[in-house]
């Protein structure tokens, strides 16, 4: 049996010469220039197609007389042309219009200058910002009035900060002097929230910092990681004080309690855990969830504990027996974030599915955001006037669900745009400017916009036709 070397043929070097020149051939013809050139226009198709735009935008008024154009441009607005220059939004005419043009013939809906606050429109409603808002009732428009509530309106610019590594958590000082950031180089860093600049920069951790606390009670700062450890920081000596074992795999969330020394840890082994700051014993072990326990957030009455986790559930849990009082089931995925309503008896929880309203203490759902974000949400924060922002940056009415504002995250210099992602953000104390955390290893802090208004921004609310309860 011949080998492999006596079946293969040497090929002759004139050979490649003449393929290298075939294929140059083909590819000269292929890539010609005459290719690119277009054909000559038609005439015949380029009057077809103009003849057919103007019966398509003209048709219905090309040919009217010029004194029926000029009746139908006023037509509604009688004794309004010198009012008409005070204001350039449009809105759809009132009954006035509507009345006359029943008796004419068919309806029609007609634009028309808004009209100043001395005529009473009859079917308006007039918002703060002074611009008129038809409002249709039953009988005109054949159908029942939207029991959802109108949105309230909201406004947010941005600056930008810096940080190195990834930015996984965030926390405000209650004082609103300084806040701290936990990355994914080990480090924490202390910032002023007024200017922006780097305070203090605190070492201890091995693996990335996923969670932040500062106590309103003592001069404590809390922080939880990838190392199993929850470390407490004396911030008088800035050093570690006590540390808080126990934990089997990576901690993702920590709260504090707002009344007492306890402290609530979660992590990737399924368990909530509540510590004594000053002991540092750990009082309970709330077991209940069958994935990682990704959010927590604490209340000073009963459920004291609400924790959401990986495996779709929140749970509501009680604090003297160490129980679950509550199980919801309401997400379809992995609920990464809970954010608590500062004023109202309710809070928000966020999974890829969808963002979620329920009431407290009993926990019924109350109804989805009207806007579904095709993203995984992972932090979420709202404010005292009801601002709800998640971590995809879509700024919602906690009240109304409705988007309002929704900003695509600009990622630094150098950085790659699948980096443009968001871990952390927080409100400071005011509640007026926010704090993102995010993956490009910036800290971007937002606020509201002094120079917009309802009318540079409005809200553009639909309120949904039917209302989901599940």
């Not at 936990?182 to 201890?204: E, Y």
């Not at 920081?233 to 993702?252: C, F, M």
Request: hydrophobic share 35%; proline share 6%.
């Amino acid at each position: 049996m011949p080998g492999p070397a006596a079946a293969m043929e040497p090929v002759e070097p004139q050979s490649l010469k003449k393929l290298s020149f075939k294929s140059l051939k083909r590819a000269l013809d292929l890539f010609s220039p005459t290719h690119g050139q277009c054909a000559p226009p038609d005439p015949e198709s380029q009057r077809v197609r103009i003849s057919y735009k103007v019966n398509a935008e003209y048709g219905a008024v090309k040919n009217l007389s010029g004194d029926q154009r000029h009746d139908q441009g006023n037509h509604g607005t009688p004794g309004q042309g010198n009012q008409a220059s005070s204001s350039s939004a449009l809105v759809l005419a009132g009954s006035q219009t509507s009345g006359d043009s029943q008796k004419d013939g068919p309806t029609t809906l007609v634009l028309a200058p808004v009209q100043p606050k001395g005529i009473d429109t009859g079917h308006a409603a007039r918002t703060g910002a002074g611009s008129v808002i038809p409002v249709l009732g039953s009988a005109e428009s054949g159908k029942v009035p939207s029991r959802w509530p109108r949105p309230e309106w909201h406004a947010h610019g941005r600056t930008t900060g810096g940080h190195l590594g990834w930015v996984r958590s965030v926390a405000i000082d209650p004082s609103n002097s300084w806040f701290c950031t936990g990355s994914a180089d080990r480090t924490i860093k202390i910032w002023d929230l007024a200017s922006a600049q780097l305070k203090l920069t605190l070492t201890g951790h091995i693996e990335q910092i996923r969670g932040l606390a500062v106590s309103r009670r003592h001069t404590y700062l809390f922080s939880a990681g990838d190392d199993k450890l929850v470390k407490c920081w004396d911030l008088e000596q800035n050093k570690v004080i006590r540390s808080y074992h126990g934990h089997l795999s990576g901690v993702y969330c920590l709260a504090l309690h707002p009344t007492l020394d306890l402290l609530f840890t979660g992590g990737r082994d399924s368990v909530c855990r509540v510590w004594d700051i000053r002991t540092k014993a750990m009082i309970f072990a709330l077991s209940g969830h069958d994935n990682t326990v990704c959010s927590v957030f604490t209340r000073p009455v009963d459920p004291q504990v609400v924790t959401g986790s990986h495996d779709t559930t929140i749970k509501f849990w009680d604090l003297t027996a160490g129980k679950t009082m509550a199980t919801l089931t309401h997400h379809k995925k992995s609920v990464r974030a809970m954010a608590l309503h500062p004023q109202e008896q309710a809070f928000a929880s966020s999974s890829a599915d969808n963002v979620k309203k329920f009431r407290l203490p009993k926990g019924e759902f109350l109804h989805n955001m009207l806007s579904q974000q095709k993203t995984i949400v992972n932090a979420m924060a709202v404010n005292e006037d009801g601002v709800l922002v998640t971590a995809g940056h879509v700024v919602l009415g906690l009240k109304s669900g409705h988007n309002f504002q929704q900003a695509q995250t600009i990622v630094q210099p150098g950085s790659l745009d699948s980096e443009a992602g968001i871990y952390a953000l927080s409100y400071d104390m005011t509640g007026t400017r926010l704090i993102t955390c995010e993956a490009d290893k910036t800290i971007k802090m937002w606020k509201e916009d002094p120079t917009a208004t309802p009318e540079t921004h409005p809200l553009n609310f639909k309120p949904p036709k039917d209302l989901r309860r599940y």
